[in-house]
């Protein structure tokens, strides 16, 4: 009972940035900062995408409100593209707008979620989840995966060793942040398959599902869509992770209680950003776009893995790789702090689930040159470890 | 255990709108509609506060995150505002910019409660309140005040006879929307002494502050500091509620539990959107068309209510009146249904608390003629019943 000054048990357990400890050398470095901890794009939206090609005076009401769950043009917009992508016939009631995949994966754990139920997150995994899911007081269960698992079998054998009574969910993360890894196609499919055979739920995050550079993005509603929410967003893929739009696709029978979950967390999605959104789909703005953007972030990916020595990246645009070799009795901390004297700041392995040794870099969060001298400081301090 | 296909107990709880049942008609009406059901305004925002005011050339990463907790320059000018406002010295760290009043009042209530923890609502209360309690798990309890209360005294003894030992906190909405009054400072300053001596916290929901048209606005900050939370919003103010930004003010100590749920839920506030707040408050675009809109408004809301035959509006944008004495066997549906009929449509009392024979009225969600044609023809209606 949090009275006054007490709050939230479950909110409190939540860690804080672990990047806290060096947010205060960030703030203060003089010299060239390489903020490669960073998960974001240096790009602009494409032109005719952008808030300033949106005006009143053709889009009366574009500061107003717009129906909770989203705009009807974007809602219909993404039912044909879902439809299209996962071969599931899918329309404006299988779908809730939300302010970004966040206020999506927000949704979804709301609506599921009963105190202390347990969700299983496939790991390496997208930070914030962990804290998404005590937000609505679950317990988050890291599940070693991507660093351990090499066939469906094992895949298998990973996640049914954390399955519990309360266990209510997977959560998969595809393309992956932090590894850039692509979770093959078969092993999402054993994992899918276990699932439904213990009545989970599936929770997909697959905001880098047009990032891929190397084999094929899954799209686990084609694979159980009685089962599966899929939470997407237009932040990564196109540059607008400012404007807080993404969306939900999931079975319809279950969405009206998202949407209670989304009308009461953030009401509703920008309707700037949802027009933006819908130009992206409806006029063909984004495609061009995305095909030169896709091909850049690939080439810039490649150069860092080969400067840093590790696998070149599938999707997403992050690396992910154990600085285990380059660490002394300081441990991460201390290489953390190295890099950052030198200007280059990266994410801790401990936010991603249970690896804390290992680093995330960004390779899209600054400009491609500035990326580029950060990744050389990175790599020559490593050489002389 | 809501394991597939079931979903959370407490978010099956929350009623859906109630205003489904005339949404169909609201939709196929043929004629003219008068939506004095919505909350809104008619109002674009102040010129030079638009989304096509902002542009990529002069704000360079404008659709890119800005820190999750807040625009640095919006949370320097909400803390000099909220100094001048409460007399509580308030800088950045007492503040977290959220997706309008919405979001924060969501971050607070993340914050504070363990399952099963009792919020008191004073009544009648905003809708959305009940339900992001209980998308918390916890329980909202409805107080009846407003329609009751006449004095400090009589407000104390009402909140009392709801304590119960899972009570945490109080929910006080002044202006108030639905019922358009100020609740008066002594009343307030009872309530908060005697919630101090209980030690609850106060959530303080005042985002129509800046739409007081007779008495004065209490900032529950100024009262007690240390375990008020403030929401508050450009939305209903400035025109902007399709921005989604909104703040929150609140004790330092507890911010940071506050920030977690928020960047858990949302993540952060559009930027775009946080731009056009902070040129309303820092070039001062925003006051003459606040007083010229709180003018209006307050006419609007007079001339609705003599129409009516009721008190004018102290501030908010609804007036809030029992139908008793126009229903018929039918009950609340049957008049909402004939005014529907007439393309009146009205929010019925019973999202607001126990008050199943009130409806509310906005007088601004439509432009002004339409609300006078739409006030008279329920005003018509009312007289032939």
């Known amino acids: 009972m949090p009275r006054h000054p007490q709050t939230s048990t479950s909110v409190r357990e939540i860690s804080g940035s672990v990047f806290t400890a060096l947010a205060h050398k960030l703030a203060t470095f003089e010299g060239e900062v390489f903020p490669l901890h960073v998960g974001d794009t240096w790009l602009e939206p494409p032109e005719g995408c952008r808030m300033e090609d949106f005006r009143v005076e053709t889009h009366p009401g574009m500061h107003a409100y717009t129906q909770p769950h989203g705009h009807p043009d974007l809602l219909d917009a993404l039912g044909d593209l879902t439809t299209r992508r996962t071969g599931v016939e899918t329309d404006k009631n299988d779908i809730l707008i939300t302010t970004g995949a966040t206020g999506g994966l927000g949704a979804i754990m709301g609506a599921l979620l009963e105190p202390g139920d347990e969700v299983l997150l496939l790991a390496p995994y997208w930070p914030l989840i962990a804290g998404i899911v005590r937000s609505f007081h679950g317990c988050p269960v890291a599940v070693p995966f991507l660093d351990v698992v090499d066939s469906p079998e094992t895949a298998v054998e990973r996640v049914r060793r954390h399955l519990t009574a309360k266990t209510i969910a997977v959560y998969i993360n595809t393309p992956n942040n932090p590894t850039g890894r692509v979770i093959p196609q078969e092993w999402i499919e054993a994992v899918v398959e276990w699932a439904a055979s213990e009545g989970l739920w599936i929770v997909a995050d697959e905001v880098y599902e047009e990032l891929v550079y190397e084999g094929r993005h899954t799209y686990c509603r084609g694979l159980a869509p009685e089962r599966t929410f899929s939470a997407h967003s237009f932040s990564k893929a196109y540059a607008m992770a400012g404007n807080r739009c993404g969306w939900v696709v999931g079975p319809r029978q279950s969405m009206i209680e998202l949407q209670k979950v989304g009308t009461h967390s953030f009401y509703s999605t920008p309707t700037a950003s949802q027009l933006a959104a819908c130009r ?105 470890t």
């Open 280 to 384: 992206l789909l409806q006029d063909g703005y984004g495609e061009a776009w995305m095909a030169e953007t896709r091909a850049l972030y690939a080439q810039l990916g490649r150069e860092a893995a080969e400067s840093l020595g590790i696998d070149p990246p599938q999707g997403s645009t992050f690396l992910f790789f154990d600085a285990e070799p380059y660490l002394d009795d300081r441990g991460l901390e201390g290489f953390l702090n190295d890099c950052a004297d030198r200007g280059v700041f990266l994410a801790p392995g401990a936010s991603f689930g249970p690896y804390p040794t290992w680093v995330r870099v960004c390779f899209t969060a600054a400009p491609p040159e500035v990326t580029r001298r950060g990744v050389a400081v990175l790599t020559e301090l490593m050489r002389r």
